[in-house]
Protein backbone atom coordinates (compact mmCIF):
# COMPACT_ATOMS: atom_id res chain seq x y z
CA UNK A 1 0.00 0.00 0.00
CA UNK A 2 1.26 3.49 -1.03
CA UNK A 3 2.60 5.61 1.63
CA UNK A 4 3.86 8.91 1.14
CA UNK A 5 5.33 9.98 4.41
CA UNK A 6 7.84 7.02 3.71
CA UNK A 7 10.81 6.76 1.00
CA UNK A 8 11.07 3.34 2.19
CA UNK A 9 10.01 0.52 -0.28
CA UNK A 10 8.97 -3.00 1.90
CA UNK A 11 7.45 -4.14 -1.17
CA UNK A 12 11.02 -4.96 -2.21
CA UNK A 13 12.59 -5.61 0.61
CA UNK A 14 11.08 -5.97 3.94
CA UNK A 15 13.46 -5.53 7.27
CA UNK A 16 11.96 -8.13 9.33
CA UNK A 17 14.10 -7.61 13.01
CA UNK A 18 16.28 -5.21 14.24
CA UNK A 19 19.18 -6.16 16.25
CA UNK A 20 20.35 -2.39 18.14
CA UNK A 21 23.77 -2.01 20.02
CA UNK A 22 23.47 1.58 21.74
CA UNK A 23 25.99 4.07 23.56
CA UNK A 24 24.58 7.02 25.39
CA UNK A 25 26.60 10.09 25.41
CA UNK A 26 25.33 12.50 27.71
CA UNK A 27 28.25 14.84 27.38
CA UNK A 28 27.49 15.51 23.73
CA UNK A 29 24.02 14.22 23.63
CA UNK A 30 24.70 12.06 20.67
CA UNK A 31 23.78 8.39 20.30
CA UNK A 32 26.39 6.33 19.13
CA UNK A 33 24.91 2.68 17.46
CA UNK A 34 24.66 -0.12 15.59
CA UNK A 35 21.90 -1.44 13.85
CA UNK A 36 21.72 -4.97 12.14
CA UNK A 37 18.47 -5.86 10.10
CA UNK A 38 17.17 -9.17 9.00
CA UNK A 39 15.97 -8.13 5.28
CA UNK A 40 13.57 -10.21 3.52
CA UNK A 41 13.70 -9.93 0.00
CA UNK A 42 10.15 -9.69 -1.67
CA UNK A 43 11.38 -8.85 -5.35
CA UNK A 44 14.85 -10.52 -6.05
CA UNK A 45 15.92 -8.97 -9.39
CA UNK A 46 15.57 -5.26 -7.21
CA UNK A 47 17.76 -5.94 -4.96
CA UNK A 48 17.92 -2.60 -2.85
CA UNK A 49 17.05 -1.67 0.35
CA UNK A 50 15.66 1.41 1.06
CA UNK A 51 15.13 3.34 4.43
CA UNK A 52 14.03 6.53 6.27
CA UNK A 53 16.65 8.60 7.56
CA UNK A 54 16.75 12.11 9.44
CA UNK A 55 19.27 14.12 11.10
CA UNK A 56 21.66 10.83 11.13
CA UNK A 57 25.32 10.54 10.47
CA UNK A 58 25.58 7.36 8.37
CA UNK A 59 29.44 5.75 9.36
CA UNK A 60 29.52 2.53 7.35
CA UNK A 61 27.10 -0.11 6.03
CA UNK A 62 28.23 -3.81 5.57
CA UNK A 63 27.06 -7.04 5.48
CA UNK A 64 26.69 -8.57 9.06
CA UNK A 65 28.43 -12.23 8.05
CA UNK A 66 31.69 -11.11 6.93
CA UNK A 67 31.40 -7.29 7.38
CA UNK A 68 31.99 -6.59 3.52
CA UNK A 69 31.01 -3.21 2.90
CA UNK A 70 27.91 -2.06 0.97
CA UNK A 71 27.36 0.50 -1.33
CA UNK A 72 24.70 2.95 -0.35
CA UNK A 73 22.73 6.81 -1.67
CA UNK A 74 21.87 8.86 0.60
CA UNK A 75 19.44 11.06 -1.40
CA UNK A 76 19.68 14.79 -0.59
CA UNK A 77 16.60 16.40 1.16
CA UNK A 78 14.07 17.97 -0.21
CA UNK A 79 13.87 21.08 1.03
CA UNK A 80 9.68 21.39 1.37
CA UNK A 81 9.49 18.42 2.76
CA UNK A 82 12.17 18.10 5.63
CA UNK A 83 10.53 16.54 7.68
CA UNK A 84 10.41 13.43 5.26
CA UNK A 85 13.97 13.63 6.04
CA UNK A 86 16.43 11.20 3.63
CA UNK A 87 16.13 8.14 1.93
CA UNK A 88 18.70 5.82 2.82
CA UNK A 89 19.09 3.49 -0.11
CA UNK A 90 21.35 0.34 -0.04
CA UNK A 91 22.86 -2.02 -2.54
CA UNK A 92 21.87 -5.54 -1.68
CA UNK A 93 24.34 -8.64 -2.19
CA UNK A 94 23.52 -11.56 -3.61
CA UNK A 95 22.28 -14.31 -1.21
CA UNK A 96 21.82 -17.81 -1.76
CA UNK A 97 19.19 -18.03 0.65
CA UNK A 98 18.01 -14.18 0.84
CA UNK A 99 15.54 -15.40 4.15
CA UNK A 100 19.50 -15.10 6.07
CA UNK A 101 20.08 -11.96 4.74
CA UNK A 102 21.65 -9.43 7.40
CA UNK A 103 23.08 -6.21 7.17
CA UNK A 104 24.85 -3.82 9.51
CA UNK A 105 24.61 0.36 9.74
CA UNK A 106 26.82 2.14 11.67
CA UNK A 107 25.64 5.33 13.06
CA UNK A 108 25.23 8.41 15.00
CA UNK A 109 22.24 10.74 16.21
CA UNK A 110 22.90 14.35 15.95
CA UNK A 111 21.58 17.51 17.63
CA UNK A 112 18.53 17.85 15.23
CA UNK A 113 17.11 14.60 15.86
CA UNK A 114 13.52 15.15 16.13
CA UNK A 115 12.73 11.77 18.25
CA UNK A 116 15.36 12.62 20.79
CA UNK A 117 14.73 15.35 24.34
CA UNK A 118 17.83 15.39 25.89
CA UNK A 119 17.31 17.66 29.18
CA UNK A 120 19.67 19.02 31.53
CA UNK A 121 19.98 18.39 35.00
CA UNK A 122 17.94 22.26 35.45
CA UNK A 123 14.90 20.53 33.29
CA UNK A 124 14.91 17.47 35.86
CA UNK A 125 13.11 16.65 39.29
CA UNK A 126 16.14 15.83 40.91
CA UNK A 127 18.56 19.08 39.14
CA UNK A 128 21.33 16.43 39.65
CA UNK A 129 21.57 14.53 36.63
CA UNK A 130 20.42 14.83 32.62
CA UNK A 131 17.55 13.11 31.04
CA UNK A 132 17.40 11.48 27.76
CA UNK A 133 13.54 10.43 26.34
CA UNK A 134 12.52 9.52 22.99
CA UNK A 135 9.14 10.11 20.95
CA UNK A 136 8.87 8.59 17.41
CA UNK A 137 5.21 9.02 16.81
CA UNK A 138 4.49 9.65 14.22
CA UNK A 139 7.44 9.89 11.37
CA UNK A 140 10.33 10.70 14.08
CA UNK A 141 11.92 6.99 14.41
CA UNK A 142 13.92 7.86 10.99
CA UNK A 143 15.98 10.36 13.18
CA UNK A 144 16.65 7.90 15.75
CA UNK A 145 17.35 4.74 13.63
CA UNK A 146 17.53 4.18 9.56
CA UNK A 147 14.43 2.47 9.65
CA UNK A 148 11.41 1.60 7.33
CA UNK A 149 9.00 4.22 9.24
CA UNK A 150 5.87 3.55 8.41
CA UNK A 151 3.15 1.89 10.60
CA UNK A 152 2.31 -0.61 8.26
CA UNK A 153 5.71 -1.89 8.11
CA UNK A 154 6.55 -4.55 11.65
CA UNK A 155 9.14 -6.11 13.46
CA UNK A 156 10.53 -7.19 15.96
CA UNK A 157 13.98 -6.29 17.56
CA UNK A 158 16.50 -6.72 20.55
CA UNK A 159 18.66 -3.87 22.12
CA UNK A 160 22.08 -3.42 24.21
CA UNK A 161 21.92 0.05 25.77
CA UNK A 162 24.93 0.95 27.46
CA UNK A 163 24.94 4.25 29.76
CA UNK A 164 26.73 6.28 32.42
CA UNK A 165 26.73 4.03 36.04
CA UNK A 166 24.29 6.61 37.87
CA UNK A 167 21.90 6.06 35.25
CA UNK A 168 18.45 3.52 34.75
CA UNK A 169 17.64 2.65 30.85
CA UNK A 170 13.95 1.51 30.20
CA UNK A 171 12.55 0.46 26.37
CA UNK A 172 9.93 -0.26 24.87
CA UNK A 173 10.53 -4.01 24.82
CA UNK A 174 10.76 -6.68 27.92
CA UNK A 175 14.02 -6.60 30.10
CA UNK A 176 16.77 -9.35 29.62
CA UNK A 177 19.60 -8.67 31.48
CA UNK A 178 22.03 -5.98 33.36
CA UNK A 179 25.24 -6.06 34.29
CA UNK A 180 28.10 -3.46 35.03
CA UNK A 181 30.11 -3.20 32.00
CA UNK A 182 33.29 -0.72 32.71
CA UNK A 183 34.16 1.58 36.01
CA UNK A 184 31.65 4.14 34.31
CA UNK A 185 29.00 2.27 32.26
CA UNK A 186 26.67 0.11 32.37
CA UNK A 187 24.62 -2.38 29.89
CA UNK A 188 21.20 -3.70 29.42
CA UNK A 189 19.38 -6.20 26.91
CA UNK A 190 15.89 -6.02 25.86
CA UNK A 191 13.64 -8.18 23.41
CA UNK A 192 10.70 -7.28 22.28
CA UNK A 193 9.55 -10.60 20.69
CA UNK A 194 6.15 -9.15 19.23
CA UNK A 195 6.37 -7.38 16.17
CA UNK A 196 6.22 -3.44 15.87
CA UNK A 197 5.78 -0.49 13.67
CA UNK A 198 8.42 1.86 14.08
CA UNK A 199 6.73 4.67 15.86
CA UNK A 200 6.37 2.33 19.35
CA UNK A 201 10.24 2.27 19.66
CA UNK A 202 11.13 3.95 22.85
CA UNK A 203 14.19 4.65 25.19
CA UNK A 204 14.62 6.97 28.05
CA UNK A 205 17.56 7.58 30.09
CA UNK A 206 18.11 8.70 33.57
CA UNK A 207 17.63 8.49 37.21
CA UNK A 208 14.74 6.53 37.66
CA UNK A 209 13.47 4.78 40.67
CA UNK A 210 10.51 1.85 40.34
CA UNK A 211 7.86 0.67 42.47
CA UNK A 212 5.85 -2.43 41.73
CA UNK A 213 2.37 -2.41 41.16
CA UNK A 214 1.68 -5.69 40.13
CA UNK A 215 3.71 -8.80 38.89
CA UNK A 216 3.44 -7.62 35.41
CA UNK A 217 2.98 -3.41 36.51
CA UNK A 218 5.64 -0.98 37.39
CA UNK A 219 5.49 2.66 38.07
CA UNK A 220 9.34 3.99 36.66
CA UNK A 221 9.99 7.81 37.52
CA UNK A 222 12.46 10.09 39.13
CA UNK A 223 13.04 9.37 42.88
CA UNK A 224 11.49 12.49 44.47
CA UNK A 225 8.62 11.77 42.21
CA UNK A 226 8.14 8.00 41.63
CA UNK A 227 5.88 7.87 45.02
CA UNK A 228 3.33 10.07 44.16
CA UNK A 229 3.37 8.39 40.40
CA UNK A 230 2.71 4.68 42.20
CA UNK A 231 0.04 6.55 44.04
CA UNK A 232 -1.44 8.05 41.05
CA UNK A 233 -1.23 5.01 38.94
CA UNK A 234 -2.19 2.08 41.25
CA UNK A 235 -4.80 1.07 39.57
CA UNK A 236 -3.08 -0.10 37.04
CA UNK A 237 -3.44 -3.50 36.85
CA UNK A 238 -7.13 -3.30 37.49
CA UNK A 239 -7.55 -1.36 34.23
CA UNK A 240 -5.51 -3.97 32.89
CA UNK A 241 -7.32 -6.70 33.39
CA UNK A 242 -10.46 -5.06 33.11
CA UNK A 243 -9.16 -3.91 29.38
CA UNK A 244 -8.33 -7.83 28.62
CA UNK A 245 -12.09 -9.15 30.03
CA UNK A 246 -13.41 -6.40 27.09
CA UNK A 247 -11.57 -7.15 24.14
CA UNK A 248 -11.89 -10.95 24.99
CA UNK A 249 -7.65 -11.56 24.15
CA UNK A 250 -5.09 -11.66 26.70
CA UNK A 251 -2.20 -8.80 27.14
CA UNK A 252 0.20 -10.13 25.00
CA UNK A 253 2.92 -7.78 25.54
CA UNK A 254 4.43 -9.58 29.08
CA UNK A 255 4.70 -6.52 31.10
CA UNK A 256 2.37 -3.17 31.35
CA UNK A 257 5.16 -0.38 33.00
CA UNK A 258 4.51 3.35 33.08
CA UNK A 259 7.32 5.72 32.98
CA UNK A 260 6.15 9.26 34.37
CA UNK A 261 8.24 11.74 32.22
CA UNK A 262 9.84 14.97 33.10
CA UNK A 263 7.45 17.71 32.49
CA UNK A 264 8.31 18.40 28.70
CA UNK A 265 7.23 15.31 27.12
CA UNK A 266 4.68 16.44 24.92
CA UNK A 267 1.60 14.21 25.05
CA UNK A 268 -0.66 12.88 27.83
CA UNK A 269 0.54 9.56 27.21
CA UNK A 270 2.34 7.14 24.25
CA UNK A 271 1.49 3.62 24.20
CA UNK A 272 5.00 2.38 23.69
CA UNK A 273 4.41 -1.51 23.90
CA UNK A 274 5.44 -3.09 27.37
CA UNK A 275 6.46 0.46 28.79
CA UNK A 276 3.94 3.49 28.69
CA UNK A 277 5.43 7.06 29.14
CA UNK A 278 2.87 9.27 30.86
CA UNK A 279 2.87 12.77 31.74
CA UNK A 280 3.51 14.61 35.31
CA UNK A 281 0.47 17.02 34.97
CA UNK A 282 -1.62 13.49 35.44
CA UNK A 283 0.05 13.72 38.95
CA UNK A 284 -3.39 15.54 40.43
CA UNK A 285 -3.19 13.72 43.70
CA UNK A 286 -6.82 12.19 43.78
CA UNK A 287 -5.88 10.01 40.93
CA UNK A 288 -8.65 11.73 38.93
CA UNK A 289 -6.68 11.75 35.60
CA UNK A 290 -5.63 8.36 35.85
CA UNK A 291 -7.74 7.45 32.73
CA UNK A 292 -5.19 8.22 30.82
CA UNK A 293 -3.71 5.34 31.73
CA UNK A 294 -6.73 3.59 30.85
CA UNK A 295 -6.63 4.60 27.12
CA UNK A 296 -2.88 3.78 26.88
CA UNK A 297 -3.79 0.90 27.89
CA UNK A 298 -6.13 0.00 25.49
CA UNK A 299 -3.59 0.76 23.13
CA UNK A 300 -2.22 -2.53 23.65
CA UNK A 301 -4.95 -3.52 21.56
CA UNK A 302 -6.37 -0.75 19.62
CA UNK A 303 -2.86 0.25 18.12
CA UNK A 304 -0.10 -1.26 19.16
CA UNK A 305 -1.70 -4.85 18.50
CA UNK A 306 -4.10 -3.89 15.52
CA UNK A 307 -2.61 -0.78 13.30
CA UNK A 308 -3.67 1.57 10.82
CA UNK A 309 -1.52 0.88 7.72
CA UNK A 310 -1.28 4.48 7.10
CA UNK A 311 -2.03 7.54 8.87
CA UNK A 312 -4.45 8.33 6.49
CA UNK A 313 -6.53 5.88 8.87
CA UNK A 314 -5.37 7.31 11.97
CA UNK A 315 -8.42 6.95 13.41
CA UNK A 316 -8.73 2.93 13.57
CA UNK A 317 -6.22 3.82 16.45
CA UNK A 318 -7.22 6.47 18.42
CA UNK A 319 -11.36 6.51 17.50
CA UNK A 320 -11.39 2.77 18.54
CA UNK A 321 -9.15 3.23 21.77
CA UNK A 322 -11.43 6.64 23.09
CA UNK A 323 -14.34 3.95 23.00
CA UNK A 324 -12.52 0.98 24.32
CA UNK A 325 -11.11 3.63 27.03
CA UNK A 326 -14.89 4.32 27.86
CA UNK A 327 -15.91 1.46 28.05
CA UNK A 328 -12.83 -0.03 30.71
CA UNK A 329 -14.17 3.20 32.77
CA UNK A 330 -18.07 2.66 32.97
CA UNK A 331 -17.24 -0.91 33.84
CA UNK A 332 -14.16 0.02 36.78
CA UNK A 333 -16.89 2.62 38.07
CA UNK A 334 -19.93 0.24 37.42
CA UNK A 335 -21.72 2.79 35.93
CA UNK A 336 -22.61 2.75 31.80
CA UNK A 337 -23.62 6.01 31.84
CA UNK A 338 -20.18 7.38 32.69
CA UNK A 339 -19.78 6.32 28.76
CA UNK A 340 -21.97 9.42 28.20
CA UNK A 341 -20.49 11.59 30.69
CA UNK A 342 -17.05 11.34 29.38
CA UNK A 343 -18.47 11.77 25.89
CA UNK A 344 -19.72 15.38 26.09
CA UNK A 345 -17.08 16.42 27.10
CA UNK A 346 -15.36 14.74 23.87
CA UNK A 347 -18.15 16.25 21.73
CA UNK A 348 -17.22 20.15 22.97
CA UNK A 349 -13.64 19.16 22.15
CA UNK A 350 -14.56 17.90 18.90
CA UNK A 351 -16.61 20.86 17.84
CA UNK A 352 -13.70 23.12 19.30
CA UNK A 353 -11.33 21.58 17.28
CA UNK A 354 -13.43 20.99 13.90
CA UNK A 355 -13.43 24.91 14.09
CA UNK A 356 -10.23 25.99 14.96
CA UNK A 357 -8.44 23.43 12.13
CA UNK A 358 -8.30 22.92 8.29
CA UNK A 359 -11.64 21.67 6.95
CA UNK A 360 -9.64 19.04 5.07
CA UNK A 361 -8.38 17.75 8.38
CA UNK A 362 -11.60 17.16 10.24
CA UNK A 363 -12.37 14.28 7.98
CA UNK A 364 -12.23 11.00 9.63
CA UNK A 365 -9.93 9.52 6.98
CA UNK A 366 -7.26 11.97 6.20
CA UNK A 367 -5.71 12.82 2.83
CA UNK A 368 -2.66 13.60 4.17
CA UNK A 369 -0.37 12.40 0.73
CA UNK A 370 3.69 13.63 1.61
CA UNK A 371 2.77 15.78 4.35
CA UNK A 372 3.76 16.36 7.76
CA UNK A 373 1.22 13.98 9.90
CA UNK A 374 2.13 15.94 12.69
CA UNK A 375 -0.04 18.69 10.65
CA UNK A 376 -2.76 16.79 10.45
CA UNK A 377 -2.87 14.89 13.59
CA UNK A 378 -5.96 16.25 16.19
CA UNK A 379 -8.86 15.47 18.50
CA UNK A 380 -10.88 14.54 15.38
CA UNK A 381 -9.47 11.30 15.30
CA UNK A 382 -10.63 10.68 18.65
CA UNK A 383 -13.87 11.99 18.89
CA UNK A 384 -14.99 11.49 15.54
CA UNK A 385 -13.93 8.56 15.30
CA UNK A 386 -15.38 7.02 18.62
CA UNK A 387 -18.91 9.01 17.56
CA UNK A 388 -18.44 6.97 14.72
CA UNK A 389 -18.12 3.78 16.64
CA UNK A 390 -20.86 5.48 19.31
CA UNK A 391 -23.42 5.33 16.02
CA UNK A 392 -22.35 1.56 15.15
CA UNK A 393 -23.06 0.55 18.75
CA UNK A 394 -26.18 2.22 19.21
CA UNK A 395 -27.67 0.92 15.45
CA UNK A 396 -26.60 -2.70 15.97
CA UNK A 397 -26.93 -3.05 19.67
CA UNK A 398 -24.16 -2.62 22.34
CA UNK A 399 -23.62 -6.44 23.14
CA UNK A 400 -23.73 -7.47 20.09
CA UNK A 401 -21.15 -4.89 18.75
CA UNK A 402 -18.57 -5.42 22.00
CA UNK A 403 -19.34 -9.17 20.62
CA UNK A 404 -17.99 -7.40 16.91
CA UNK A 405 -15.21 -5.82 18.95
CA UNK A 406 -13.64 -8.91 20.20
CA UNK A 407 -14.46 -10.65 16.71
CA UNK A 408 -12.40 -7.46 15.11
CA UNK A 409 -9.25 -8.12 17.43
CA UNK A 410 -9.21 -11.55 16.84
CA UNK A 411 -8.98 -11.04 13.19
CA UNK A 412 -6.48 -8.07 12.54
CA UNK A 413 -4.48 -8.59 15.95
CA UNK A 414 -0.34 -8.10 14.91
CA UNK A 415 -1.70 -7.03 11.00
CA UNK A 416 -2.82 -3.55 9.87
CA UNK A 417 -5.84 -2.39 8.12
CA UNK A 418 -7.40 0.31 6.62
CA UNK A 419 -10.70 2.20 6.80
CA UNK A 420 -12.31 0.11 3.75
CA UNK A 421 -10.64 -3.12 5.65
CA UNK A 422 -12.72 -2.19 8.31
CA UNK A 423 -16.10 -1.58 6.82
CA UNK A 424 -15.47 -4.86 4.35
CA UNK A 425 -15.18 -6.84 7.96
CA UNK A 426 -17.72 -5.09 9.74
CA UNK A 427 -20.35 -5.74 6.69
CA UNK A 428 -19.58 -9.25 6.56
CA UNK A 429 -19.82 -9.96 10.48
CA UNK A 430 -23.53 -8.28 10.38
CA UNK A 431 -24.44 -9.88 6.66
CA UNK A 432 -27.95 -10.23 6.83
CA UNK A 433 -28.52 -7.26 9.55
CA UNK A 434 -30.82 -4.73 7.07
CA UNK A 435 -29.29 -1.82 9.55
CA UNK A 436 -26.11 -1.64 8.27
CA UNK A 437 -28.23 -0.62 4.97
CA UNK A 438 -28.65 2.89 7.13
CA UNK A 439 -24.80 3.88 7.52
CA UNK A 440 -23.61 6.31 5.33
CA UNK A 441 -19.74 4.56 4.92
CA UNK A 442 -18.96 8.20 2.20
CA UNK A 443 -20.25 10.07 4.06
CA UNK A 444 -18.64 9.19 7.91
CA UNK A 445 -15.38 8.19 6.32
CA UNK A 446 -14.97 11.51 3.98
CA UNK A 447 -17.27 14.21 4.69
CA UNK A 448 -15.83 17.75 6.27
CA UNK A 449 -16.39 18.77 9.72
CA UNK A 450 -18.76 17.23 12.60
CA UNK A 451 -19.94 13.95 12.34
CA UNK A 452 -23.48 13.57 9.71
CA UNK A 453 -25.12 12.01 12.86
CA UNK A 454 -24.35 12.70 16.74
CA UNK A 455 -25.99 9.75 19.03
CA UNK A 456 -27.80 10.94 21.62
CA UNK A 457 -26.19 10.91 25.00
CA UNK A 458 -27.36 10.69 28.27
CA UNK A 459 -26.57 13.85 30.03
CA UNK A 460 -27.67 12.55 34.05
CA UNK A 461 -24.35 12.64 35.51
CA UNK A 462 -23.43 16.36 33.82
CA UNK A 463 -27.16 17.91 35.16
CA UNK A 464 -25.29 19.70 38.57
CA UNK A 465 -22.67 20.97 36.10
CA UNK A 466 -24.55 22.46 33.93
CA UNK A 467 -27.39 23.67 36.38
CA UNK A 468 -24.00 25.46 38.03
CA UNK A 469 -23.46 26.96 34.85
CA UNK A 470 -26.40 28.53 34.20
CA UNK A 471 -26.74 29.93 37.96
CA UNK A 472 -23.29 31.57 36.91
CA UNK A 473 -24.38 32.94 33.92
CA UNK A 474 -27.37 34.46 35.65
CA UNK A 475 -24.87 36.21 38.32
CA UNK A 476 -22.96 37.47 35.36
CA UNK A 477 -25.69 38.37 33.37
CA UNK A 478 -27.88 39.95 35.94
CA UNK A 479 -30.97 37.82 35.35
CA UNK A 480 -31.47 36.35 38.50
CA UNK A 481 -31.52 38.15 41.77
CA UNK A 482 -29.54 37.41 44.98
CA UNK A 483 -28.41 33.68 43.93
CA UNK A 484 -27.71 31.14 46.53
CA UNK A 485 -24.07 29.95 45.86
CA UNK A 486 -21.62 27.59 47.98
CA UNK A 487 -18.71 25.22 47.13
CA UNK A 488 -20.59 22.42 46.16
CA UNK A 489 -17.94 21.42 43.79
CA UNK A 490 -16.15 20.96 46.77
CA UNK A 491 -17.45 17.60 46.94
CA UNK A 492 -17.40 17.15 43.34
CA UNK A 493 -15.05 14.91 40.73
CA UNK A 494 -12.90 16.61 38.53
CA UNK A 495 -14.65 15.09 36.07
CA UNK A 496 -18.25 17.38 37.28
CA UNK A 497 -16.07 20.37 37.56
CA UNK A 498 -14.36 20.25 34.13
CA UNK A 499 -18.21 19.54 32.73
CA UNK A 500 -19.43 22.64 34.62
CA UNK A 501 -16.40 24.70 33.10
CA UNK A 502 -16.91 23.36 30.09
CA UNK A 503 -20.44 24.48 30.30
CA UNK A 504 -19.38 27.59 30.85
CA UNK A 505 -17.44 28.16 28.28
CA UNK A 506 -20.14 27.07 25.74
CA UNK A 507 -22.63 29.24 27.12
CA UNK A 508 -19.93 32.23 26.84
CA UNK A 509 -19.02 31.25 23.41
CA UNK A 510 -20.43 35.00 22.07
CA UNK A 511 -20.08 36.64 25.02
CA UNK A 512 -17.30 36.27 27.59
CA UNK A 513 -17.85 36.56 30.88
CA UNK A 514 -17.24 39.79 33.11
CA UNK A 515 -13.64 39.95 34.92
CA UNK A 516 -15.90 40.38 38.16
CA UNK A 517 -17.65 37.40 37.68
CA UNK A 518 -14.29 35.47 37.09
CA UNK A 519 -12.87 36.66 40.48
CA UNK A 520 -15.90 35.92 42.37
CA UNK A 521 -15.64 32.29 40.63
CA UNK A 522 -11.63 31.86 41.92
CA UNK A 523 -12.59 33.14 45.74
CA UNK A 524 -15.37 30.41 46.00
CA UNK A 525 -13.66 27.74 44.03
CA UNK A 526 -10.03 28.62 44.01
CA UNK A 527 -9.92 27.52 40.50
CA UNK A 528 -6.54 29.22 39.55
CA UNK A 529 -4.80 27.07 42.50
CA UNK A 530 -6.00 23.87 41.29
CA UNK A 531 -3.45 21.04 40.92
CA UNK A 532 -5.94 19.48 38.55
CA UNK A 533 -4.27 20.71 35.20
CA UNK A 534 -7.31 19.90 33.63
CA UNK A 535 -9.22 22.82 35.90
CA UNK A 536 -6.70 24.97 35.85
CA UNK A 537 -6.45 24.81 31.74
CA UNK A 538 -10.31 25.53 31.25
CA UNK A 539 -10.37 28.07 34.05
CA UNK A 540 -6.96 29.47 32.22
CA UNK A 541 -8.91 29.49 29.12
CA UNK A 542 -12.64 31.28 30.45
CA UNK A 543 -10.22 33.89 31.98
CA UNK A 544 -8.03 34.96 29.20
CA UNK A 545 -11.49 35.25 26.77
CA UNK A 546 -12.41 37.78 29.21
CA UNK A 547 -9.62 40.05 29.11
CA UNK A 548 -8.52 39.41 32.52
CA UNK A 549 -4.96 40.53 32.96
CA UNK A 550 -4.76 38.34 36.38
CA UNK A 551 -4.88 35.27 34.38
CA UNK A 552 -1.76 36.14 33.10
CA UNK A 553 1.24 35.31 35.07
CA UNK A 554 -1.25 32.03 36.23
CA UNK A 555 -1.25 30.35 32.47
CA UNK A 556 2.16 31.75 32.26
CA UNK A 557 3.48 29.74 35.30
CA UNK A 558 1.26 26.67 33.58
CA UNK A 559 2.78 27.06 29.95
CA UNK A 560 6.70 27.22 31.14
CA UNK A 561 6.39 24.77 33.66
CA UNK A 562 5.30 21.53 31.36
CA UNK A 563 4.91 20.98 27.63
CA UNK A 564 1.90 19.22 27.26
CA UNK A 565 0.56 20.30 23.94
CA UNK A 566 -2.96 19.53 24.93
CA UNK A 567 -2.16 22.59 27.47
CA UNK A 568 0.65 24.48 26.06
CA UNK A 569 -1.34 25.22 22.08
CA UNK A 570 -4.40 26.24 23.32
CA UNK A 571 -3.35 28.40 25.92
CA UNK A 572 -0.62 30.34 23.49
CA UNK A 573 -3.04 30.77 20.74
CA UNK A 574 -5.53 32.24 23.33
CA UNK A 575 -3.09 35.01 24.45
CA UNK A 576 -2.30 35.68 21.29
CA UNK A 577 -5.34 36.20 19.88
CA UNK A 578 -6.23 38.28 22.77
CA UNK A 579 -5.68 41.62 24.15
CA UNK A 580 -3.89 41.16 27.02
CA UNK A 581 -1.32 38.70 25.57
CA UNK A 582 -0.18 38.90 22.51
CA UNK A 583 2.89 40.15 22.79
CA UNK A 584 3.81 38.22 25.91
CA UNK A 585 2.78 34.70 23.89
CA UNK A 586 5.27 35.53 21.46
CA UNK A 587 8.30 36.85 24.24
CA UNK A 588 7.36 33.61 26.44
CA UNK A 589 7.34 31.41 23.13
CA UNK A 590 10.87 32.67 22.46
CA UNK A 591 12.66 32.23 25.81
CA UNK A 592 11.77 29.07 26.92
CA UNK A 593 11.56 27.11 23.11
CA UNK A 594 14.09 24.77 24.14
CA UNK A 595 12.62 23.56 27.02
CA UNK A 596 10.02 22.23 24.74
CA UNK A 597 10.11 18.73 23.16
CA UNK A 598 10.82 19.68 19.40
CA UNK A 599 7.75 18.77 18.31
CA UNK A 600 5.67 20.79 20.45
CA UNK A 601 8.18 23.88 19.42
CA UNK A 602 7.36 23.27 15.65
CA UNK A 603 3.54 23.09 16.39
CA UNK A 604 3.72 26.19 19.04
CA UNK A 605 5.68 28.06 16.14
CA UNK A 606 3.05 27.56 13.41
CA UNK A 607 0.50 28.64 15.80
CA UNK A 608 2.35 31.81 16.75
CA UNK A 609 3.65 32.84 13.27
CA UNK A 610 6.97 32.53 14.43
CA UNK A 611 10.39 31.44 12.55
CA UNK A 612 12.53 29.50 14.48
CA UNK A 613 15.75 29.29 13.21
CA UNK A 614 16.99 25.63 13.04
CA UNK A 615 20.69 25.50 15.06
CA UNK A 616 23.74 25.65 12.85
CA UNK A 617 24.80 22.36 14.61
CA UNK A 618 25.08 19.23 12.02
CA UNK A 619 22.90 21.16 10.00
CA UNK A 620 25.64 20.85 7.30
CA UNK A 621 25.84 16.97 7.18
CA UNK A 622 21.75 16.86 6.63
CA UNK A 623 21.20 19.42 4.32
CA UNK A 624 24.34 18.36 1.64
CA UNK A 625 23.30 19.49 -1.23
CA UNK A 626 24.80 16.58 -3.31
CA UNK A 627 24.12 12.51 -3.49
CA UNK A 628 26.51 10.91 -1.10
CA UNK A 629 27.26 8.06 -2.25
CA UNK A 630 28.68 4.67 -0.64
CA UNK A 631 32.54 4.45 0.91
CA UNK A 632 33.58 7.81 0.01
CA UNK A 633 31.13 9.02 2.61
CA UNK A 634 31.61 6.06 5.17
CA UNK A 635 35.01 7.01 5.57
CA UNK A 636 34.82 10.64 5.66
CA UNK A 637 31.78 10.49 8.23
CA UNK A 638 33.98 8.27 10.22
CA UNK A 639 37.18 10.69 10.41
CA UNK A 640 34.53 13.51 11.43
CA UNK A 641 33.69 11.65 14.20
CA UNK A 642 36.78 10.95 15.41
CA UNK A 643 37.67 15.13 15.31
CA UNK A 644 34.55 15.99 16.86
CA UNK A 645 34.57 13.53 19.67
CA UNK A 646 38.26 14.55 20.72
CA UNK A 647 37.32 17.95 20.69
CA UNK A 648 34.85 17.73 23.41
Known amino acids: MADLSSYSKPEEAVVTH ?35 TAHINILSVKTYDDGTPLSFTLYPIVDAK ?33 ALQWLPPAQTAGKEYPYLFTQCQAIHARSLVPCQDRCGVKMTYTACVT ?19 SEKTVSSTWDQPVPISSYLLALAVGQLSKRDISKRCTVWSEPSVVENAAYEFSETEEFLSTAEAIAGKDY ?46 AHS ?39 DFDAIQGRKALADTVENIAPENTCLVLSIGDGDPDDSYSKVSYEKGFTFLLYLERLIGTSEFEMFFQAYIARFASTTLTSDDFKDF ?32 DQSMAEASTNLAKTWIDVDRGTKKNPVLTNEINAWSSGQITCFLDAL ?31 LFRFCQLAIASDDETIVPVAMRFI ?75 VTSIAIAFVRSNRK
Open 560 to 634: TSQGRMKYVRPLYLSLYKSKIGKDIAVETFLKYKDTYHPIATKMIAIDLKVAIKESSSDSSSYKHPLLITGMVIA
Open 163 to 181: VPQWATCVMSALLKNTEVT
Open 426 to 457: FLQHFAGNPRVNEIDWNSWFYAQGMPPVLPSL
Open 18 to 52: LDWKISVNFETERLLAEATYSVHVIQPHVRKLNLD
Open 82 to 114: SYLGRRLEIDLPKCVNDDNLKITISYSTTKLCS
Open 301 to 339: WTGNLVTNATWDHFWLNEGWTTWFQRKIMARMKNNPKFL
Open 252 to 297: VWGRYDLLCLPPSFPYGGMENPCLTFVTPTLLAGDRSLADVVAHEI
Open 505 to 535: QLKTADKPLQISTLKAMNRLYHLAESRNSEI
